[in-house]
């Protein structure tokens, strides 16, 4: 016995060990904009180092696989998912056997079916990840600003987007920015165009908050609606015309989803700001992309504690991070049911010189993903893929387990 408890007191101080607390907020601090013509970092990542043999796993120390745990209010559109608030496309609905609340059919399908379905492998291989990001306004849109006009969004957005970008090509990312300063200004159809023209993977657009009322504060992630939902805003009757049509948004609807909560529950845990959840609406850079796209809002300009944070050195460091990691738990496949939020980085990958007899390789794979992303039609429209992949044959028989409890809870299979 006395054997058994040593070994369960060390299994839990090595998981403790691992679990790293947020670096604390600094205090206020004007903000100053980065000058013009301050130099950006190269797109061209340095050649990462060869990579060191991995540690094995202590089995005491391996993280248990289960199913991330969804509630719902019967009706309401806030649903809650692993602690994450999302909104729902339509208020949930009481069963009425059970009177337990649930999602509506559509949320099934658009919703939660997507998250459960997350997969466990990288979304591309063989080359390196290209994202884009998007620091919202710029030049002579300026955005919204603080009540006493020292900052304003242009300003705190590009600062942002340039340290996310550090954080990703320290990583070998290949990212672009869709304005380089504060004086230029691209349309907004024009932004997920040039991700499309760069080849992005991914698409983020960086933006801040604000409101008539101080009152208002923390983070929010707004992906597209799917085909047949609404905005989270929406109040009108009956279905808008926009929700019946197709845009190359929907083209990257399980992606979207994914990306998006990935993005919020990194940010709002990192930021240490208020979560306002994973939201719906049709704004047009991430209506007109043709790959995984979200829009997210770092906080109100018009709330006093929010302006401390984004006026803050390392609030921003903090909030940038958050994005970071976000995106590479989505572009990593670390966002699985019941796996922990993993530390960031690429994967790793054992790179041996060919022979210098060796024919040329073939060209890699434009995109070689795992995540269950419905390609983008071609007019006329064609029904998505089925709500239920097939089971990925990577997952190991705890994950798959659980894969499967969390689907048959949400109904989706019997």
Known sequence: MRFFRSAIAAAAATLLAGCASPPPADEAEPFVAPPPNEPQASAEPAPPAAPEAPAPKSAAAAPKSKPWQFSYTAGSQAAKADGVLVYLGRPAVADRKTRKAGPSDLDRKATVAPLLQARSKPLVEGRPLRVCLDPGHGGQDAGAASADGRTVEKAIALDIAQRVARMLRKDGVEVTLTRPDNRTFLPLPDRPALARAKKADLFVSIHLNANPSSGPRG???????????????????????????????????????????????????????????LRRARFVVVREAR??????????????????????ENGRENIARGIYEGIFDFAWGTMAPGLPAHKPGPPVVEVVPPPASAPQPAPPVERAGSLEFVPSPVAPWTPPKPAVPADDPSDDPATAAARKAALRAAGLIP
């Open 219 to 277: 983070v929010e992630t707004y992906v597209f609606p799917a085909r047949g939902m609404e905005s989270t805003s929406y109040e009108g009757k009956g279905a808008s015309d926009e929700s019946k049509q197709w845009w190359p948004g929907n083209g990257s609807d399980w992606g979207n989803v994914q990306l998006g909560f990935c993005i919020q529950r990194r940010l709002a845990a990192a930021s240490g700001l208020p979560d306002r959840g």
């Open 291 to 312: 790959m995984p796209a979200a829009l997210v809002e770092c906080g109100f300009l018009t709330n006093g504690r929010d302006l401390a944070v984004l006026r803050g």
